[in-house]
């Protein structure tokens, strides 16, 4: 008797006690620093249905990129973990006896963001090095015509989001996304204080963008960046501590690099482009072959762990083409407001203007998001791929450092999402008895988001420890 007695105290003390939590949110809300910040909480046991703690959870606030775990959530219940889709290969008009292609090689894009990425599951020059395969191996001497690489998959007229602030478009992660995306649509630049200025010491990809640099050391980093083309100019300053620093910008035609890239791989091997212009009919084109992507689990599970808005944003427009249009924004988003709504999460509660959150024109409510992760949880195909997609807390992604010496018996798992004045968790806490949904936004909040993070760090505890 004492056995069952002392084992039904045991599930008893695990379970977050609703009233302490209340209390312990009503202790975050009151803090003096959040005096003009708007909140939103909301924690749900998953198992049962039970709220157990709430604040202000219908009003809707900007939650940055914890809105990736609504686009990464329909993705997995839409499409499914297995989901894949290719970018084709294929070249028009015919190959003649001595091996010359009178025709063009054409690229067309299949809304692929790990083609050529450096977070994919294939080695980044995997995808170029099967096209130059596939073209030796079709025994192809020469191409009397041009490399042309087709996006018109996607058909949004903006690859960037008319809503994203043009400070944030200059940078790697306000790239535009397209259907063929190329090595993260991303410059990667290096530079070294040489005792009088900066000067450049590595540019990835190399050898096709031009870089002109006036950079000094300065109090802080004020870098202004100036893009036409394939040529950049940086100026302003980079802090007074750095002597080596790395800058990564956005690439606005990421098929400019493929195609360079390609051209000089072919003529290494022998195989000469005249890029002469033809004009050939779609129905002589012949396929050489068809790349997969990486699994939709694997690109939500990275996307998710790093907070990628290219491969955000690539998701949000396949899901405009599972419902037989062209990938755009707009139709992506449509496609996540009926979904949800036919669950049972109200869509007044939502605000989306993009798939990843860097428009701050977002905005959610803390139960919408918690409905979404409720849901996503409990799908018996999807549900553990979803979950196991966001990182562990204190040991991956953006939340490596965060709670590193929690005490939980549990497991905690969290997406962060950060802006100017903005930062937000939202994920899971899993024990074995309970699956908890978890959401905490803040927005305008006078403090350092160092000192919001450690009072966000004790409401979690508090709220989710196992002591009544």
């Keep these: 008797m004492k056995k069952i007695v002392i084992l039904v105290s045991l599930i008893f003390v695990l379970l977050p006690n609703p009233a ?6 009503d202790n975050f809300v009151s803090d003096p620093s959040l005096t003009h910040a708007s909140i939103g909480i909301y924690m749900t046991n998953i198992k049962t249905g039970e709220t157990i703690a709430a604040y202000d959870e219908q009003k809707a606030i900007t939650p940055a990129s914890t809105i990736k775990l609504i686009t990464s959530a329909t993705a997995l219940q839409l499409l499914g973990g297995a989901y894949r889709t290719y970018t084709t290969v294929r070249y028009s008009g015919t190959i003649d006896e001595k091996g010359i292609l009178h025709g063009d090689l054409i690229i067309r894009g299949g809304g692929d963001p790990s083609l050529g990425s450096a977070f994919g ?12 395969w596939s073209i030796r191996s079709s025994h192809i001497k020469a191409i009397d015509g041009n490399i042309i690489v087709d996006n018109s998959l996607f058909n949004d007229y903006f690859p960037t989001s008319p809503k994203w602030m043009m400070e944030d478009v200059i940078w790697y992660y306000g790239t535009g996304c397209h259907a063929f995306s190329y090595r993260d649509n991303r410059l990667d630049i290096e530079v070294k204080y040489n005792g009088r200025e900066y000067e450049i010491t590595n540019i990835k990809p190399a050898n096709l963008f031009q870089i002109e ?3 000094s050391k300065g109090e802080e980093e004020n870098i202004v960046v100036q893009n036409t083309g394939n040529r950049y100019t940086l100026s302003g300053t980079i802090p007074q501590q750095k002597n080596r620093y790395r800058l990564s910008l956005a690439v606005a035609r990421p098929d400019s690099i493929f195609i360079h890239e390609l051209s000089d791989r072919l003529q290494r091997l022998g195989i000469t482009i005249n890029h002469r212009g033809y004009e050939t009919s779609a129905n002589r084109e012949t396929t050489l072959f068809r790349y997969p992507s990486d699994s939709l689990a694997y690109l939500v599970r990275s996307l998710n762990k790093r907070s990628d ?18 990938g755009n924004c707009r139709e992506g988003i449509g496609q996540i407001r009926r979904y949800w709504q036919s669950c049972g999460a109200d869509s007044l509660g939502l605000f989306m203007y993009d798939g990843s959150g860097l428009a701050r024109n977002n905005k959610v409510s803390a139960k919408y998001l918690a409905r979404v992760l409720e849901i996503a949880a409990q799908e018996p195909q999807a549900g553990d791929i979803f979950v196991n997609s966001l990182p562990l807390v204190g040991k991956e992604g953006s939340v490596a450092t965060f709670m590193r010496n929690n005490k939980l018996p549990g497991e905690l798992r969290l997406k962060s999402g950060s802006m100017s004045d903005i930062h937000a968790y939202a994920g899971y806490y ?4 309970n699956r908890y949904a978890i959401v905490i936004m803040v927005n305008n909040y006078n403090s350092s988001r160092a ?6 760090a004790t409401l979690l505890n508090t709220l989710l420890s196992k002591k009544e």
């Design 121 to 132: 599951s294939r080695g980044p020059n995997d995808f170029i090095d099967q096209v130059a």
């Design 309 to 326: 808005n290219l491969y955000a944003e690539s998701v949000l427009r396949l899901l405009s083409i599972s419902s037989g249009t062209k």
């Design 213 to 215: 640099t006036d950079l």
């Design 430 to 433: 899993t024990t074995p008895q």
């Design 451 to 456: 000192q919001l993070k450690q009072k966000m």
């Design 20 to 25: 302490m939590a209340q209390q312990a949110v």
